[in-house]
C-alpha cells in the first residue's frame, strides 16, 4: 500500500520482508526472522556436519600429500648434513601461510596449526630433542612446547647453565632459555651464561609468551594460607594478593613448577591425615595439569601485559630470513667515552639498537659487558661494516646471533 505522494510504506507492500525493525527507542536492532524448531535446527546442522567431514577427509589426504615431501627434504638434509630445525624457513612457511589467509580464522590459530604441523615433521625427519629450564610445567616448558609443538621430546635440564652444556656437547639439539621479562627485566643468569666462553653455541630464534599467572590449589578458595612460588612471580602478582590474600604465608621457592609440585604434595599429605589442605601455588595452568592441582583464579599477574622473550639456542647459526635480529655482547676499552664510542658506530651506520643490558664482566670490578640488540642480520652489509668497526673501540665483542625476528606473541 502507497502511503501519501505515492511512496510506499515500508512493510506494507507486497515482497516486503521486516526480518529487522528498529525500536521506536534509540535501542538495539530486533531481530524478528522466525526462531528454528530442535528439527530443523538438527537437519540444517546435520548438513553442514558432513560438509565440515569431506572437508575434513580432503585436507588429511592433503596433510599426508605434505608429509610425503616432508620425508624426502629430510632424507636430502640428512645427506647434506643440514639441521633439521632451520628458524629462517620456519619464519617463512608462516608468514606465507598466513599471507594466504583471507580469514576468517585468526592468524594465531593458523600459525598454531602450521607449528604443530612441523613439529610432526622434525618427528618424520629426525627426532628431535629441546632442553629448557625445568622442572616440567615451568615458563620455559611453556615456551618451548608452543614454538617446537608436542611431537619433540622435551629435557628437563634444571639449570640454565645446563641447558647451555647439553647444546653445546649436542646431547640436545637445541635449548630454549629466557632472555628477558617485559615486568622483570633481563634474566640474569642467561646473561652471564652468555658470559662464558661457548663459541660452538649460537641463539637461532626468539620466542615471545604471554605470561599469565594463576592461583593452583586443590582446596575452597576461603582455605587457602600457604602460597608458594618464585619471589619473582610474587613481585608480578603483588598487588592482587595484597588484596585477595593479605594473609597469606607467602613461601618461596626456585621455580613456580616446583612450587606447585610442593603444593600438590602438602595438599595430599593433608588429605591423607584428614586435614583440611591448605596450600597454594602461583604458576602456570600447565603445572596445574602436570602435578593434578585445579585452578582457582586464572590471569592475576598485575601486568596482564607480561611479556617473557626467550631465546633459542643450537650449534647452529641460523640464516638471513630478511627480517632479522643479531644479539652482540662486548667489553669496551678503558677509556673515557668508550661505551658512547661504540654505540655511535651503530647511530652513524643507521642500524636501529632495539635492546641493552649489561652484566658486571666478573673479572675486575665496576667493569661491564653489554648486551645490544640489533636490527639485521650479521651478514648484512650495513651491520657487518658497523659490528667490525665497534670492535675496535672494545676489549672483546662477540656476536652471540643472528636470528628472525619475532612478530607474534605466543
Not at 615431501?69 to 632451520?86: D, M, N, Q, S
Not at 645446563?162 to 630454549?176: A, I
Not at 664510542?341 to 641493552?356: D, E
Request: net charge positive.
Amino acid at each position: 500500500m502507497a502511503g501519501k505522494g505515492g511512496k510506499r510504506t515500508p512493510g506494507k507492500g507486497r515482497g516486503a520482508t521486516p526480518a529487522r525493525v528498529k525500536s521506536k527507542k534509540s535501542g538495539p536492532i530486533l531481530d524478528r526472522r522466525p526462531t528454528l524448531s530442535k528439527q530443523a535446527a538438527q537437519d540444517a546442522l546435520g548438513k553442514l556436519r558432513v560438509g565440515i567431514s569431506g572437508l575434513d577427509k580432503k585436507l588429511v589426504k592433503l596433510l599426508n600429500e605434505r608429509a610425503k615431501l616432508v620425508v624426502e627434504v629430510g632424507k636430502v638434509k640428512r645427506r647434506a648434513g643440514l639441521p633439521i630445525y632451520t628458524p629462517h624457513r620456519e619464519a617463512e612457511v608462516i608468514e606465507r601461510v598466513i599471507g594466504y589467509s583471507g580469514g576468517p580464522l585468526p592468524d594465531r590459530t593458523l600459525e598454531g596449526v602450521y607449528r604443530e604441523l612441523m613439529s610432526g615433521s622434525f618427528q618424520l625427519q629426525q627426532p628431535l630433542r629441546i632442553g629448557y629450564l625445568g622442572p616440567a610445567g615451568s615458563y620455559s616448558h611453556m615456551a618451548a612446547v608452543k614454538h617446537f609443538g608436542s611431537s619433540v621430546e622435551f629435557e628437563d635440564l634444571r639449570e640454565i647453565a645446563g641447558v647451555f652444556t647439553e647444546v653445546q656437547r649436542g646431547h640436545v639439539q637445541y635449548g630454549l632459555v629466557p632472555i628477558e621479562n617485559s615486568t622483570g627485566g633481563g634474566i640474569v643468569e642467561t646473561l652471564d651464561a652468555f658470559l662464558d666462553d661457548r663459541t660452538n653455541v649460537h641463539i637461532c630464534a626468539e620466542v615471545q609468551i604471554a605470561v599469565h599467572h594463576a592461583l593452583l590449589a586443590n582446596c575452597a578458595p576461603k582455605d587457602v594460607r600457604r602460597i608458594h612460588s618464585k619471589p619473582e612471580v610474587f613481585s608480578q602478582c603483588r598487588v592482587w594478593l595484597a588484596t585477595q590474600y593479605p594473609q597469606a604465608e607467602l613461601i618461596p621457592g626456585a621455580s613456580s613448577s616446583r612450587a606447585a609440585q610442593t603444593a600438590a604434595e602438602e595438599c595430599a599429605t593433608a588429605v591423607k591425615i584428614g586435614a583440611t589442605p591448605g596450600s597454594a601455588a602461583i604458576g602456570s595452568q600447565l603445572a596445574g595439569e602436570i602435578y593434578g592441582l585445579n585452578v582457582l583464579f586464572a590471569k592475576i599477574e598485575d601486568n596482564p601485559n607480561n611479556i617473557t622473550r626467550f631465546f633459542v639456542i643450537s650449534r647452529h647459526a641460523s640464516q638471513r630470513s630478511g627480517d632479522d635480529k643479531t644479539s652482540i655482547m662486548f667489553t669496551t676499552a678503558d677509556k673515557p667515552g668508550a661505551l658512547v664510542s661504540v654505540l655511535s658506530v651503530f647511530h652513524h651506520a643507521g642500524v636501529n639498537l632495539s635492546h641493552i643490558d649489561k652484566r658486571p664482566s666478573g673479572r675486575t670490578n665496576w667493569h661491564y659487558t653489554f648486551f645490544i640488540d640489533a636490527i639485521g642480520h650479521r651478514d648484512d652489509p650495513v651491520l657487518a661494516a658497523a659490528i667490525k668497526e665497534a670492535a675496535t673501540h672494545c676489549e672483546h665483542l662477540a656476536v652471540l646471533g643472528s636470528y628472525p625476528r619475532s612478530k607474534r606473541i605466543l
